[in-house]
């Protein structure tokens, strides 16, 4: 068995936060996701908190324990965790946290703000990463800040591009110049959530300023608000098709992964 399956949400109970305005169709049970990395013969991954379960992240803990070895995860934390909680995190497997800021359903950090540069002293001491969920047009406002704060960062799928050339945005430009650092890291995952058709040349582009070294894959699976468009076995080929080398596949798959979340094979 050869790789991990980087982004996936896993959970029995659909009652989502306080506020959410978004409810699952059904629920993303834990052995169906394991049936489906048995299938693609993927030896782990990595689960994500659902931004409509909010802080809660009982489900998640739960799903890391049954896994054991092999399987990480990535909460949502509020800025005022303390670093204890954080440590605990550690513990059982958490090895980063989620910013999930599309559509301007949330206000930008203000990242002068002392809870906030609090907050993301703790990820540095801990050697967690951040994980953003942000349209490309919209990073510029917090990116160069937190690049030069020295947080490891992941761009969640693909950066959600909103052009077609990949060159046209300052967002997805900071995306290549960032990941040339060694600190930034991008998610292959989700195409489907970026109005551009194709991604091809973004990926060509990532692949030429950034390297293979410094991504990752994910299913995405069950889909949130894309529902039974595709399959999982679907979002595992289109990884083959991006990457028609055999090295820069075994990267992205394997790899990376491991470095990135610290996995054990």
Request: charged share 20%; aromatic share 10%.
């Amino acid at each position: 068995m050869l790789g991990y399956d980087c982004h996936a949400h896993v959970y029995e109970n659909i009652n989502e936060t306080l506020g959410s305005n978004y409810h699952p169709s059904r629920a993303a049970p834990l052995a169906e996701w394991k049936s489906h990395l048995n299938n693609c013969q993927l030896r782990g991954g990595v689960l994500v908190q659902p931004s409509f379960l909010g802080f809660d992240n009982s489900q998640l803990l739960q799903s890391l324990h049954v896994l054991g070895a092999g399987y990480k995860g990535v909460a949502q934390l509020p800025r005022t965790v303390s670093l204890e909680e954080m440590q605990r995190l550690d513990s059982v497997g958490i090895t980063g946290v989620r910013w999930n800021m599309i559509e301007h359903r949330c206000t930008l950090p203000d990242l002068k703000d002392p809870e906030w540069i609090g907050f993301l002293d703790k990820l540095h001491e801990l050697h967690w990463h951040l994980e953003i969920h942000l349209e490309e047009d919209r990073l510029p406002a917090i990116f160069p800040t937190l690049c030069k704060h020295g947080v490891t960062i992941v761009i969640d799928h693909f950066g959600l591009p909103q052009h077609k050339n990949p060159l046209a945005c300052e967002g997805f430009r900071s995306i290549l110049e960032a990941g040339q650092e060694g600190r930034t890291w991008i998610k292959l995952s989700a195409p489907y959530r970026s109005p551009v058709s194709s991604l091809k040349s973004h990926i060509d582009a990532l692949m030429a300023h950034v390297g293979s070294q410094r991504m990752v894959w994910g299913s995405d699976w069950p889909w949130t608000r894309h529902e039974n468009k595709h399959t999982f076995q679907d979002t595992y080929n289109w990884l083959k098709t991006w990457t028609p080398d055999v090295s820069d596949y075994e990267n992205i798959i394997d790899h990376s992964p491991r470095e990135l979340y610290r996995l054990k094979q």
